[in-house]
């Protein structure tokens, strides 16, 4: 074998051992972020909308921002995507401990922070209330009186940032936006804690409802995936600086009836 062959081979060699490495690098990824061989994303489902929210489509399917990004998702990493839906993303964050889904969208605070690990935040939305007709309530102080009813859905970001912040009304939880919603149509309920885009497309649907203009929380929403998944971690935060960018989460917005809702990262 000649000296001039030894470089060429040595090339190969490297060459040879770079896609090995990036095959089991690729292996490992999969092995973590969707080891049942499909992206499983974990989806709530409501007529709220949103970025957050889901629905079910006249065709048995899913439709939302989630959706779309996580159909995406599981593209680029070469596999078919399994929605695992929920009535709301606190059954998202209790489920996190059974291994039933590899990504979801949800609202973020220090609680679920502490139970799986958060990628980029894609939505800042601002929470108040919805009084129901009729209701002497302009404020939040007037809001704020003890034998007031207000409703949150359960165990939600929402939910305990509406009991922090209300020092006399009584905040109850419910499973689902449909139950609350019938709640406070029916005037069973004083108001209804949620985001301003939300309650205000409630307002649209019950006559006489009225939105607070005050902001008690801002609600940030991200990716999240189970803890201890660094791989499955760097990957969607890589996934979702580059939707912001070039345009796959806008076109996710404009697709879910939100071609009007500016995208606000954090």
């Known amino acids: 074998m000649s000296n001039r062959s030894l470089p060429r081979i040595a090339g190969l060699v ?4 770079v896609m090995m490495a990036g095959a089991a690098s690729a292996d490992a990824l999969q092995d973590e972020i969707a080891p049942t061989g499909k992206l ?9 909308g949103g970025a957050f929210w889901s629905t079910r489509n006249e065709a048995g399917g899913y439709a939302g921002v989630p959706v779309e990004l996580g159909k995406e998702m599981a593209a680029q990493l070469g596999v078919s995507v399994e929605y695992v839906a929920h009535q709301n993303s606190g059954q998202i964050v209790d489920a996190v401990s059974k291994g039933t889904w590899d990504v979801s969208f949800l609202p973020k605070d220090p609680e679920r922070e502490a139970r799986m690990s958060f990628g980029p935040i894609y939505e800042v939305a601002d929470a108040t209330y919805i009084v129901k007709a009729g209701s ?3 404020n939040f102080k007037t809001l704020d009186q003890p034998g007031v009813k207000v409703a949150a ?7 305990r940032g509406a009991i922090a912040h209300l020092k006399n009304a009584k905040v109850t939880g419910y499973q689902t936006y449909d139950e609350i919603f019938g709640l406070l149509k029916n ?5 209804f804690a949620l985001s ?4 205000n497309a409630m307002a649209k649907k019950i006559p006489g409802t009225r939105v607070l203009d005050e902001i008690f929380k801002q609600t940030v929403t991200g990716v999240a995936v189970p ?8 990957f969607v935060t890589k996934f979702m600086t580059e939707a912001t960018s070039n345009g796959t989460l806008r ?7 939100l071609k009007d809702t500016p995208i606000r990262v954090k």
């Open 227 to 234: 803890p201890n998944h660094p791989l499955a971690l760097a």
């Open 40 to 48: 499983r994303v974990a989806i709530a489902i409501s007529p709220a």
């Open 136 to 138: 002497p309530a302009t």
């Open 153 to 159: 859905v359960n165990n939600t970001t929402t939910m």
């Open 187 to 191: 005037g069973d309920i004083d108001a």
């Open 251 to 257: 076109k996710a917005y404009d697709n879910n009836g």
């Open 14 to 17: 490297l060459g040879v051992s």
């Open 196 to 199: 301003r885009d939300q309650l």
